[in-house]
Structures are given as structure tokens and as C-alpha cells.
């Protein structure tokens, strides 16, 4: 199963593909798409849907993961991120992907086994977690610990029985 693990942001949205075979995960690639600050948010939101769309497109993803939002002490700030994740959001679902959505402390838990870990901490599990591996920055590290995430989620939703 292919994973698509995103990390999102208006200026930076962090990419992360996975494959997972039950508990092996496989590091397939990982990127960020970059916005310039200098154009429109609307023309910056379509870049993202645009590369999004892109990227679902060459890879064939059979699941995606979003981290959730928080909220920043700026307003605006966190009205910017919502709406590049609401985009983000969209061009998963319109790919007919089932798209999981984790909070951060929740990956970095999964990932680090502490809500609190630092960019740091979580960038060198994935490390560790995906030999190999060479990350293309902070971005794209949290979101190859989104599809971590949800990778294990899914394996054991698929462990336990339902009636």
C-alpha cells in the first residue's frame, strides 16, 4: 500500500510517500511544494492544488494523511494555514483517497513516543525508521511521520475485529 503523508502550510507544504507491508515501511519519496509569498493567496492555493494534483497523479497513492491544523497567535496566520489545508484536504479526496487526519502531537508521539518531541527529534525517527532515507527538509520530514502515522493506524485497525 502506498502512502501520502502531508504536512501543510501556504508558503511550505511538506510531501512524504511510503509503502507499507504490514509493519515494513519502504521510503518511496518526499519533497515540499513552495509558494511564493510575493503572489496572491489565491494563486498561491491553486500552486498547491496544482502540484498536489501532480504528484497523485505520478505516484498513485492508495491513502493520504493530513496533519491538522493548530492554532497560532496570529489569526491570520492560522486562517492562511486552514485554507491551504482545506485545498490540501480537497485534492486528496478528489483522487477518491481515503484521507486520515492526525494532530501533531499525536504523530510525534506515534513517531518519537512523545507528543512534545522537537522538528529534531522527529526528523531523525524518520531517520532511523527509513534507512536511507535523505529528507528534503523539515516539512517534508513531518510529513513521512504523518504517513508513519497513519501507516500504523491502519495496520492496527486492520488487526482488530469488527462485529
Known amino acids: 500500500m502506498i502512502l501520502l503523508g502531508l504536512d ?11 509503502a507499507a507491508d504490514g509493519n515494513r515501511l519502504t521510503h518511496l519519496a518526499n519533497g515540499q511544494i513552495k509558494t511564493d509569498s510575493a503572489m496572491p493567496l489565491a494563486t498561491r492555493l491553486l500552486a498547491i492544488d496544482l502540484a498536489l494534483t501532480d504528484l497523485i497523479l505520478e505516484h498513485r ?21 486552514g485554507q491551504a ?22 504523530v510525534k ?20 525508521l527509513l534507512p536511507g532515507v535523505k529528507i528534503a527538509g523539515p516539512d517534508a520530514a ?5 504517513a508513519i502515522t497513519h501507516a500504523h493506524h491502519l495496520a492496527s485497525a486492520r488487526r482488530i475485529p469488527t462485529k
Open 85 to 106: 489545508r482545506g485545498v490540501i484536504l480537497l485534492g486528496a479526496a478528489r483522487s477518491g483517497m481515503e484521507v486520515g487526519e492526525y494532530a501533531a502531537r499525536l
Open 109 to 128: 508521539k506515534s513517531v518519537v513516543g512523545v507528543g512534545n518531541a522537537s522538528k529534531d527529534q522527529v526528523h531523525a525517527m524518520v531517520s532511523r
Open 8 to 18: 501543510p502550510g501556504l508558503g511550505t507544504t511538506g510531501w512524504g510517500l511510503i
Open 142 to 146: 513531518d510529513a513521512l511521520a504523518v
Open 61 to 81: 497513492p492508495d491513502g493520504a494523511a493530513v496533519e491538522e491544523v493548530f492554532v497560532n497567535v496570529n489569526p491570520q496566520s492560522t486562517l492562511k494555514l
